[in-house]
């Protein structure tokens, strides 16, 4: 009996009401239908009914494992082979039905394998590192800096320089690298750096009066790159234009007075713009 142990006092009893097998010993049963009296001290046992189905022929089913959530590096192929069996009916996220899958993109992936009227799914959650990025290769002119910012946040920065900052200036010809500090994948780029004369020293003045000096509107280093010149008047009108200016412009059927001149070099991306004065 559960809870305390009841107790008789003489020529008392107690009555049970029960459909269930009363024991007043672990081998002698006291059938309990309806109403029982028990009025003997002693020890009694208490056996609620069992039921057992026996089932022939369960199928077994296919646990899918897809493994823990993982990390990829870039261009990286994750591969899942799940258990190839008749039995079993595959479903992934996408409508997908194979035992084979192939993963290159991050996301959240999850599978439902059925075997008769049982289902079970598992889920993996993939990641993929991004790739570290510099600018293009680039051409600076002399005197001018360029601030390499890779912008990898969370990560420690190792540069060829030897630092270890998130960013780096550079001024020098020569070929820069950065590494992420990456026990996962190896993530790097390069930037290739030029250092060239550009234009500078560009007059503001110039005297075509046939004596032999001065006669052209000269700009030094302005043959090392392919510049475009165009001049404009007061009223900017256009007055010469040339593709790839070699310092032969001398404002030939133009009056005195003050022009405006823009230089542009593609390969440079680089404009440049001012004034000069022609005086005759």
Known sequence: M???KPKLCRSKAILLSHDRQLFNDRHTKIELSGQKTIAAAGSYYYIDDIS???VIDAPLVNVPNLGVDTTLCLGQVLTIQLPDNSQTRYLWQDGST??????TQAGTYFVTATTGVYSVTDTLHVRILPPVV???DTTLCRGEKLTLIPNYPGHALHWSTGSTDSTLTVSQAGQYWVKVDSHTCPIADT???QVIDCPDNVPNIFTPNGDGINETFIIDNIELRPWQLAIYNRWGAR????ESYHNQWCGEG?????????????PLRRRLKGWVQILR
Request: aromatic share 14%.
């Open 239 to 242: 007055v010469f234009e040339s």
């Open 254 to 266: 133009l009056p005195t007075g003050v022009y405006y001149y823009e230089l542009f070099c593609q």
């Open 98 to 103: 194979s035992s084979i899958r192939t993963i």
């Open 134 to 136: 510099l600018p293009q």
């Open 2 to 4: 559960a809870g305390d």
């Open 191 to 193: 930037i290739n750096v």
């Open 52 to 54: 057992i189905e026996e």
